[in-house]
């Protein structure tokens, strides 16, 4: 398996509230990827890192921001959480060879927001 | 609109017999194609991949089938046993660097 946490792994919190969620790895990626699980929208991405201090926005970067201040940690930010971010959030990594990019997936953090 | 489908919710094999997962997808830059098996409560496991430049790969129980003139995949398991059990997502990669997911199918083995 890959070496990929996430933290926290279960968090509610109330609507306007300011919420961090953490992806560390120990497989030294260049890669790491938020993407977000809702039911009838498999999963969809985030925001993207493709190296220390360089990130992208995904489909649904709205409301969301992410840093990476070194290769192992991605982090995500909802500066003020919204009802319609509850969801489970999934972080990725990938070495990105051409035409073999697979990603790897950490166990999720389920959010709620109340 | 929805650039990679998987058009059936849930699909109920009978144990040790083959199982067959659909995908289909619209865009035509996709190049890279990964298939994504996920328990409750876990994280998405990847499963086996292919790129643009074959029609098949295989890999124990799983061959993944390429049709890049019908944009169409599809997951073989043979043959289909208990743990296969589970929900799979399609997922396809081209230009932008992430993926590109449809919205999974639910693989049911019946004993």
């Known amino acids: 398996d890959a070496g990929i946490t996430q933290s926290p792994r279960h968090k509610v919190t109330e609507t306007g509230t300011p919420v961090t969620l953490r992806c560390h790895q120990t497989?030294?990626?260049?890669?790491m990827y938020w993407y977000r699980q809702d039911p009838g929208h498999g999963l969809r991405l985030i925001h993207y890192?493709?190296?220390?201090?360089?990130?992208d926005k995904g489909e649904v970067s709205d409301g969301y921001s992410v840093s990476r201040s070194k290769t192992e940690d991605f982090l995500l930010t909802l500066e003020s959480a919204t009802s319609s971010q509850t969801s489970v959030y999934f972080c990725?990594?990938?070495?990105?060879?051409?035409?073999?990019?697979?990603?790897?997936f950490g166990p999720g953090t389920r959010l709620t927001v109340l | 609109d929805q650039q990679v489908k998987q058009n059936s919710p849930s699909l109920s094999v009978q144990e040790g017999r083959i199982s067959i997962l659909n995908c289909d997808y619209t865009n035509s830059m996709f190049d890279y194609f990964l298939w994504y098996k996920k328990y409750p409560a876990e994280g998405p496991t990847f499963l086996i991949s292919i790129s643009s430049i074959k029609d098949k790969n295989e890999d124990g129980r799983f061959t993944v089938f390429l049709n890049k003139s019908a944009k169409h995949l599809s997951l073989h398991i043979v043959p289909s046993q208990p743990g296969d059990s589970a929900v799979y997502f399609c997922?396809?990669?081209?230009?932008?660097?992430?993926?590109?997911f449809g919205k999974g199918t639910h693989l049911i083995i019946q004993p």
């Open positions: 497989e030294n990626h260049r890669y």
């Open positions: 890192s493709y190296g220390v201090k360089d990130t």
């Open positions: 997922a396809a990669k081209g230009g932008a660097d992430g993926l590109t």
């Open positions: 990725a990594i990938s070495q990105k060879r051409v035409l073999a990019d697979t990603q790897y």
